[in-house]
């Protein structure tokens, strides 16, 4: 039986108990410990224990005990047990009438605290849930696994030990550290606050996450392992889903792994932010479906758009990108001239960014598939060479053009090895 449906058939016992206008009869008392029982059973499948589950079950069981009385004078649980021989962790089997000793050391306000440990871990139960929710995806690194599921233990722990069969266990380890019984419901209550002070700052902590994730996506793009990337930029974009960078990185990886139409749509999010990037990848995508103009249009647009003077490296990259992809589009609708004047900027700012990093060097590559139509041999040499030395595609169809054109001997020299597995060639020489 799952747990949900036990838990409602314990709440429907436990309602009929409450709405009850003299002392339960046998057949009710039955029905709520048959009902406890299966609880017990659904338990033992942890896989299926939600933590909004476990924080009903405790208010349920706490509710249970405060009718102890009622439940003893109700029915004679001793002969009920020689019956059905419980297990001593089956608690409501053993209910008995308090104690004036029991009394006599609980302290005033205990159902006020009892209540607020309630709502405390219902609160954490929450945030537990949207926490595996989000790290669903991508597994869980060393950090997370530590802060997230060592709550999570934490709080399994407290819920379990505010049962009957675990109440020994906290009340020997509260009376060790000379705490009065009287004041157990409160050291419980500081566990529930301390887990929950925790909660948030987890919580707090989730954007620089997201960046984590973020960051060991690049570097694994970088090096090619595409598969593992996409699965950190996934999660980052779970953690952080208005983050642009991370959109675009995505729809990168989904341009890369060849589904364009995914890709699009990751970059039609950014699109509408007025971002240039977008602008650049949306146009290389439609270069790569030959909707030539369309892409030519947004290459434009993104220029537009783009820091006319850059000062920071990011921002000759993409001007680079820009002029290397609107080059390619013009040459592509055999304007050779406008793209020789595109490819020529576009070296311009390449020589300002990090050298060999993928998408750099393509714009010598494009030239000099130009130069071999102009007959231009020494200028043409010098820029197979730099092709040889820097050429990297970002994307297959940047590589694919030469091979489609005819361009083999140039196709031979770029280096696409590392968009494969991210192992950069060794530059040659001159």
Request: overall charge neutral.
């Amino acid at each position: 039986m799952k747990l949900e449906q036990a838990l409602a058939q314990y709440t429907d016992a436990l309602t009929n108990l409450k709405l009850a206008k003299s002392e339960p009869s046998e057949i009710k008392i039955i029905q709520i410990l048959v009902a406890r029982d299966a609880i017990k059973e659904a338990l033992s499948d942890k896989t299926q224990i939600s933590l909004e589950s476990l924080a009903k079950l405790l208010e349920l069981d706490n509710f249970l005990k405060q009718q102890a009385d009622a439940i003893a004078r109700g029915a004679n649980l001793a002969e009920w047990r020689s019956t059905f021989h419980p297990s001593t962790e089956a608690w409501w089997w053993f209910l008995a009438p308090t104690s004036e000793e029991e009394v006599s050391h609980s302290h005033p306000l205990e159902p006020l605290f009892n209540g607020l440990t309630i709502a405390g871990l219902t609160v954490v139960a929450a945030y537990m849930t949207n926490f595996v929710q989000l790290f669903s995806t991508g597994g869980f690194g060393f950090l997370e696994t530590l802060g997230l599921l060592g709550q999570g233990g934490l709080l399994l722990t407290v819920i379990r030990t505010l049962q009957n069969t675990g109440q020994d266990k906290i009340k020997n380890m509260l009376t060790k550290l000379n705490i009065s019984p009287q004041f157990h419901s409160q050291a419980t209550l500081g566990i529930t606050a301390m887990l929950l002070l925790a909660s948030v700052g987890v919580s707090q902590s989730l954007p620089r996450i997201g960046e984590r994730n973020y960051q060991d996506g690049q570097k694994l793009y970088e090096k090619g392992l595409l598969v593992k990337a996409k699965a950190k930029y996934e999660q980052a974009a779970k953690i952080n889903p208005e983050n642009l960078d991370i959109q675009i990185a995505l729809g990168k990886i989904y341009e890369s792994l060849g589904d364009l139409d995914q890709a699009s749509n990751e970059y039609k999010k950014v699109l509408q932010q007025g971002d240039a990037r977008a602008f650049n990848n949306l146009g290389r995508v439609y270069i790569s479906q030959n909707k030539l103009i369309p892409g030519e249009s947004l290459l434009r647009m993104g220029l537009q758009r783009a820091p006319k003077e850059p000062k920071e490296e990011k921002e000759f990259q993409l001007n680079y990108e820009l002029h290397l992809n609107l080059g390619w589009v013009l040459l592509k609708q055999k304007q050779n001239q406008e793209a020789e004047k595109e490819l020529k900027k576009a070296i311009s700012f390449d020589k300002k960014v990090i050298k060999n990093q993928i998408g750099g060097g393509m714009a010598y590559c494009f030239l000099a598939a130009i130069l071999e139509n102009k007959l231009d041999t020494k200028e043409e040499s010098d820029l197979k060479q730099k092709c040889l030395q820097h050429g990297r595609p970002e994307m297959l169809a940047q590589y694919q053009w030469f091979i489609e054109n005819g361009k083999k001997d140039i196709a031979d020299l770029i280096n696409t090895k590392g968009v494969v597995d991210g192992e950069s060639k060794p530059s040659t020489q001159p």
